[in-house]
């Protein structure tokens, strides 16, 4: 039996890593990091199931469903900046958090500062590339282990 469920969501677009503006987003695929995120999580005795969506609503449905999941990480993409509804469903199942960016939102456009989620969240891991998914499992697993949040 693992020790802790830990879901991974990702956002719009976020199928595209590899190709997707790799200047900002570099060249590892999502299955690239979701192969290394299993390999380590394995280590650590958790489990971590992954889902990504282009659709809103799918992903709020995936957050409905994850009563028995500890943690959460998220990179919500672009709804990062237009969600209220991905805030909701988070504040709905009352699981804690932590929201990660590859690139740093805040020395993008202006529109990129502005998230409806990081104020409600355990944290945030942005602008450090793909290694913010890894220290973000890290972080879940450590917190979950200190029953802190
Ligand atoms: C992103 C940043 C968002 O502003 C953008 O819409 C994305 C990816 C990131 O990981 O850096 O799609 O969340």
């Known amino acids: 039996m693992s020790q802790f469920n ?20 570099g060249t590892t695929t ?8 299993s390999q380590r999580s394995k ?5 971590i199931i992954h889902f990504q969506s282009n659709a809103e609503h799918m992903l709020v449905e995936k957050i409905h469903e994850s009563k ?8 919500p ?3 990062t900046h237009t969600s209220i509804a ?8 009352n699981i804690p958090f932590i929201e990660v960016h590859i690139s740093n939102i ?15 969240s355990s944290g945030i891991i942005s ?3 793909i290694d913010g998914y890894y220290w973000a499992l890290e972080t879940a697993v450590n917190r979950l282990k200190n029953n802190s949040k």
């Open 127 to 129: 602008g450090f590339g």
């Open 106 to 120: 805040y020395s993008r456009e202006n529109f990129r500062s502005h998230s409806w989620l990081s104020d409600i």
């Open 6 to 25: 830990i879901l991974l969501l990702n956002g719009p677009n976020l199928n595209l890593l590899g190709t997707r503006e790799s200047l900002i987003y």
């Open 43 to 47: 280590q650590i005795n958790t489990n």
């Open 30 to 37: 999502l299955n690239e990091i979701i192969y290394k995120l």
């Open 77 to 79: 993409a672009a709804f």
């Open 86 to 93: 991905l805030r909701d469903a988070l504040l709905a199942v």
């Open 68 to 75: 028995n999941m500890d943690y959460i990480i998220i990179n």
